[in-house]
């Protein structure tokens, strides 16, 4: 029982610690685990090598701090959103490499290219819309029946192709209509108009 109150020996390196060097086992009749906390990492280390797998090594981190497994920086806790389902009360990734993550996921998931070959296609455009050629181009532009990504334009331009409804007829009757020479439908029967060619 003197063991119990004062350390625990750990089998595999043969040392005495104290209780905290243990990690909780409500299993064990002790409620501690048979192996301190240093052996069960090398042990669970060896058992993923023999598997092909790496393993991080695990950096110290100071109190109030988190380390960011995508970017590998270690900030303090402001750098979080706070998450209540996770054990330290915070989200796995900040808030800049989540909001990056998601950027990427969302361009991959809804236009099936990547952040960098979006960058690509402004360069191409010289950064420009290439409607107005006067805006900056900050908005994929893609069909909507095919899903095919066609160019990047500024706002304006992107939401007025699609409040014609991404037809090149409406677009052409726009570009007449803008040149002063607006077309009228001619009645044949009733709810029937010709169209002017």
């Not at 023999?50 to 393993?55: A, H, Y």
């Not at 950096?59 to 109030?64: K, T």
């Not at 409040?163 to 007449?176: C, I, Q, S």
């Amino acid at each position: 029982m003197s063991e119990l109150a004062d350390g625990k020996d750990c089998p595999r390196c043969s040392r005495n610690l104290s209780r905290a060097a243990f990690a909780k086992n409500k299993a064990m009749r002790d409620g501690l685990q048979a192996y301190c906390r240093e052996c069960s990492a090398e042990y669970y280390r060896q058992r993923q090598e023999v598997r092909g797998k790496i393993v991080r090594v695990k950096v110290p981190v100071p109190r109030g701090h988190k380390r960011c497994p995508q970017c590998g920086e270690i900030k303090a806790h402001a750098e979080w959103e706070l998450n209540a389902t996770t054990p330290d009360g915070y989200a796995s990734y900040r808030k800049v490499c989540r909001a990056d993550r998601n950027q990427q996921s969302y361009f991959k998931r809804k236009y099936g290219i990547t952040i960098a070959e979006r960058d690509q296609m402004i360069a191409s455009q010289m950064g420009l819309c290439v409607i107005c050629l006067n805006a900056p181009a900050v908005h994929v532009d893609h069909c909507h029946e095919t899903g095919r990504v066609r160019g990047v334009l500024c706002f304006n331009c992107n939401s007025a192709i699609g409040k014609l409804g991404d037809d090149p007829d409406a677009v052409r009757r726009a570009a007449a209509y803008l040149e002063g020479s607006p077309w009228k439908p001619t009645l044949v029967a009733p709810g029937v108009y010709r169209l002017p060619s």
